[in-house]
Nanobody, 119 residues
Framework: QVQLVESGGGLVQPGGSLRLSCAAS????????MGWYRQAPGQEREMVAT???????NYADSVKGRFTISREHAWNALYLQMDNLQPEDTAVYFC?????????????WGRGTQVTVSS
């Protein structure tokens, strides 16, 4: 099993930047892919940025050109650099990891970190 702990959230003004971190521990050798998701109040959780198993990146259209996902070697840590933040980016941001063989992937989630963009 994998444990995920997010950090780096906070309050920032529109146009500002934050860098989120996700520390992975436990059976990190079993991680197949990782990514960032977010959930705003009253809305469903949505994908923000992900790494595929072969290290391709995917971004939600709303964050392309503003957010950058990166990682440490061997899936020990995942990062999300967020620039030019806007009020609509306000949400709880969750780190996600898929573990196991490709034929039977299991999702693990962190507890989330709050990002608030407001003047």
């Amino acid at each position: 099993q994998v444990q995920l702990v997010e950090s780096g959230g906070g309050l920032v003004q529109p146009g500002g930047s934050l860098r989120l971190s996700c520390a992975a521990s436990g059976a990190t050798y079993s991680i197949y892919a990782m990514g960032w998701y977010r959930q705003a109040p009253g809305q469903e959780r949505e994908m923000v940025a992900t790494f595929t198993h072969d290290l391709n990146t995917n971004y939600a259209d709303s964050v392309k050109g503003r957010f950058t996902i990166s990682r440490e070697h061997a899936w020990n840590a995942l990062y999300l650099q967020m620039d030019n933040l806007q009020p609509e980016d306000t949400a709880v941001y969750f780190c996600n990891a898929w573990t196991g063989p490709a034929s039977y992937l299991v999702a693990s989630w962190g507890r989330g970190t709050q990002v608030t963009v407001s003047s």
